[in-house]
């Protein structure tokens, strides 16, 4: 029999910057829903690509002097490359600059119109490049009330969409389909806003020329989300393979981070409707992960990124990370603190501890034999141990079908407490002193034997490379991924379990433990030289707390005066100075700055000692967003020239008296 298929994306990324963890985490998510569903017997598609038209990019290409193809092709590379290095193999990428994607936007536009549902139009009013969308009524100062910065004035003649004739059908939607949008506060947010009312939307642009143009009238091009969207579809085959198409469209569901979702949540499934063409299954939209409380973003330049991650710890102790601490739908915050903490106690001491005990002891006790499981042994505590088992597959497959994986993981990870529990209770390395108790240390060690066997299965999804080296310790020979999740619970149910001995493979660590300070450095050297590739070898040294650059790519132009003029910098007083504890380069500074004191950490400590610094006037950066270095929070940067590779930092200062709070201009 065919298996059943399942069709998952995530949102189309934009190519204005370079991807981050906030990408990563949309991506990690799809790679383990698929790889989930292919354990329940499904014929998995999973699409992810990339968003190149719009002002946006056309902007952004501008500024680095390089044509907005050449830019889109470069970062395009780039996820490309992340989601190899990540090993997230995704079935499906889309480029909204490929020819098939432009067939499919056509054809798409080509119904809605035939239907009657696009008329042309003037427009005239606010337009907020940065979200892409006309703004019907901006804050004071003209401020775009999604992101707040400044919107622009637009008169245009276009291509109207009658969003207007959709707002009955949408409602209904919601109503009959009760999980298309989740989680349900999300779900309430679109219905207040259709419920609102929604106005026709404009789809075509003449003010820019960076996109797909309409085939009938060469001088508009298409609204960049009408493109985007219809990505899912490319993907595919509309327009292009009517069998695949056939097969897989409808998506059964798309993953977006909750800014997006009332493109994906109102006029996406208004542009289907209008088309004739079957709506996807379910939008889930998933929160933000924030760093230092905000929203990690290019605009706000505190984004982390995931390759030092990845290659400290490895891919594994990534995913576990992103999955098990946010809860998804939530918002997150993301702390190297809590990344490491968490590596250390539930991964190698956790799982990873589990793994090499129980099999160093089967090695050792049995010379690699798996024992079968005795029933004669059986006591109580056995049996609480199996109820356990058969609770956790259920409760884990019943989170991973609502996209709760810290849930999941959770209860994973409850089985792999309770058998340590359970292995210091029994003391294997006393029984196997005995034999007459040798009986009983078969059943324990099979025990463990066995949850170890199961968890691996469960933690598949998340885990797949640590859990595939286990498996193989385990004795298997077939991939792992071969696992039926829907067998392991059946036999769980029915008491049944791996019966036969068999020999195991050899041992080895999966998740070797940490020296906490040693990786959080590695880590954070990692990332600056992500941040800043040229600098981070020259300035050594210099300061911390600096600015992140936005992400932009390697070779950007020269940036114009109201650029520089957005960098407030002012002379600041040190009042005080202390070393941070821990870190040879960092010091702590109360800095006076004319209206207020203020807490900067600055990497000058090989350079400078805390008492030669009192009374020192500095130049400080003053508008720069918070950040913790090391736990304490910088508010600002002290600015000093940065002398070679191994040079010291060495400080901006005055030789003529300035008063505090003076502005660098
Ligand atoms: N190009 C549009 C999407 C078009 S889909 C038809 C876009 N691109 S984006 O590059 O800005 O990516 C947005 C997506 O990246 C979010 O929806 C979310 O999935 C993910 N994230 C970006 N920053 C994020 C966080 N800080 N936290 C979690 N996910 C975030 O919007």
Known sequence: ?????????????????????????????????????????????????????????????????????????????????????????????????????????????????????????????????????????????????????????????????????????????????????????????????????????????????????????????????????????????????????????????????????????????????????????????????????????????????????ARVLGVDALRYFLLREMVFGQDGNFSRESLLTRYNSDLANGLGNLASRTLTMIEQYFGGRVPARPAREENGRDAEVEKLKHEVCEEALRYYETYDFSRALEAIWRLIGEIDKYLVEFQPWVLVKEKAKWGRLEMVLYQAYDALRIVSVLAHPVLPHATQKIWEQLGNSTPISEQSMKALVEQKANGAGERQAFQIGKAEAVFPRVDKKEAFERIEAMEEEIRNPAAASAAAGATAGAAAPSGAVAGAAKIGIEDFAKVEMRVGVVKSAERVPGADKLLKLLVDIGEEVRQVVAGIAVAYTPESLIGKKVVVVANLAPRKLRGVESNGMIVAASTGPDGKPVLCTFTEDVPAGARLK
């Open 1 to 309: 029999m065919a298996k059943p298929k399942f069709y998952l994306t995530t949102p189309i990324y934009y190519v204005n910057a370079r991807p981050h963890l906030g990408h990563t985490y949309t991506s990690v998510v799809a790679d383990t829903i698929a790889r989930y569903k292919r354990m329940c017997g499904y014929d998995v598609v999973c699409l992810t690509g990339t968003d190149e038209h719009g002002q946006k990019v056309e902007r952004a290409a501008k500024e680095a002097g390089v044509t907005p193809q050449e830019f889109a092709d470069r970062i395009s590379a780039e996820y490309r490359a992340l989601w190899r290095e990540l090993d997230l193999p995704f079935d499906r990428f889309v480029r909204t600059t490929e020819p098939r994607h432009e067939r499919a936007v056509q054809m798409l536009f080509r119904k809605a119109q035939d239907q009657g549902y696009v008329y042309k139009g003037g427009y005239e009013g606010q337009y907020c490049v940065f979200d892409e969308m006309y703004v019907d009524e901006p804050l004071p100062g003209n401020l775009c009330p999604e992101c707040k910065r400044p919107t622009e004035r637009v008169r245009e003649e276009n291509y109207f969409f009658k969003l207007s004739a959709f707002q009955e059908r949408l409602l209904e939607l919601y109503e009959k389909q009760p999980d298309f949008v989740q989680p349900e506060s999300r779900r309430n947010e679109v219905l207040a806003f259709v419920r609102g009312g929604l106005r026709d939307l404009s789809i075509s642009r003449t003010s820019f020329k960076w996109g797909i143009p309409f085939a009938a009238d060469e001088k508009h091009i298409f609204y960049v989300w009408y493109d985007a969207l219809t990505s899912y579809m490319t993907g595919v085959g509309y327009a292009d393979d009517e069998v695949e198409f056939e097969k897989y469209w409808p998506a059964d569901v798309h993953l977006v981070g909750k800014e997006i979702l009332r493109f994906h949540a109102v006029y996406w499934p208004a542009f289907l409707m209008a088309a004739g063409e079957t709506l996807p299954k379910k939008i889930f939209a998933h929160g933000w992960w924030l760093f230092a409380e905000e929203k990690m973003s290019k605009s706000r330049g505190n984004m982390q990124y995931p390759q030092p991650i």
